[in-house]
Antibody, heavy 122, light 107 residues
Framework: QVQLQESGPGLVKPSQTLSVTCTVS??????????WSWIRQHPGKGLEWIGH???????YYNPSLKTRVTISVDTSKNQFSLRLSSVAAADTAMYYC??????????????WGQGTTVIVSS | DIQMTQSPSSLSASVGDSVTITCRAS??????LNWYQQKPGKAPKLLIY???TLQSGVPSRFSGSGSETDFTLTISNLQPEDFATYSC?????????FGQGTKLDIK
């Protein structure tokens, strides 16, 4: 079955750009029918949807982060990535990648990576 | 943004009990409501999608109901592995939003 695995730097300095990659295994990111999503969770808090991308490159972002977020896809590597610019301490969180299922599944997030912790600190 | 409000924020129950968690949307989301279970240090796991449909592999003691703005997650005959945090999420309108979570612990 499809599995997702995040990889990232762990520690990012304030004002720099956070970059996290999600590698998809057990299936093709180009198979269609799915969007590939990023979600974050601040320590001890609820979940926040960041955005998602289709394999063709079509993206949707959370307006609260839109000016700082870029999600991209590399179909040759079966990966998609998140870049968040001008980070601050408030961006310290667990970052998850997930697969968004299609209409027949209520567009739910049905497969999740294990998450990667990103700490913003000098 | 559509606000999702869960209640209660936490509750305690015993093995074998039944519990109900409520999720309210700030506007109609028809049945675009999903429920997730999250255990400490783990990623969320999809339990129910489209308000009432059980995800494959999820035990039948979990059930969901509701439409428009009011939804419930019911867990019957609680098992030790069910003690976790439960979150609702609307997939009707971007930006997707989640409830703040309900922590279920052992009494």
């Amino acid at each position: 079955q499809v599995q997702l695995q995040e990889s990232g730097p762990g520690l990012v300095k304030p004002s720099q750009t956070l970059s996290v990659t999600c590698t998809v295994s057990g299936g093709s990111i180009s198979s269609g029918g799915y969007y590939w999503s990023w979600i974050r969770q601040h320590p001890g808090k609820g979940l926040e949807w960041i955005g998602h991308i289709f394999y063709s490159g079509n993206t949707y972002y959370n307006p609260s982060l839109k000016t700082r977020v870029t999600i991209s896809v590399d179909t040759s590597k079966n990966q998609f990535s998140l870049r968040l610019s001008s980070v601050a301490a408030a961006d310290t969180a667990m970052y998850y990648c997930a697969r968004r299922a299609g209409y027949n599944y209520g567009y739910a997030l049905d497969v999740w990576g294990q998450g990667t912790t990103v700490i913003v600190s000098s | 943004d559509i606000q999702m409000t869960q209640s209660p924020s936490s509750l305690s129950a015993s093995v074998g009990d039944s519990v109900t968690i409520t999720c309210r949307a700030s506007q109609s989301i028809t049945t675009y409501l999903n429920w997730y279970q999250q255990k400490p240090g783990k990623a969320p796991k999809l339990l129910i999608y489209a308000a009432t449909t059980l995800q494959s592999g999820v035990p039948s003691r979990f059930s969901g109901s509701g439409s428009e703005t009011d939804f419930t997650l019911t867990i019957s005959n609680l098992q030790p592995e069910d003690f976790a945090t439960y979150s609702c999420q609307q997939s009707h309108t971007i930006p997707w939003t989640f409830g703040q979570g309900t922590k279920l612990d052992i009494k």
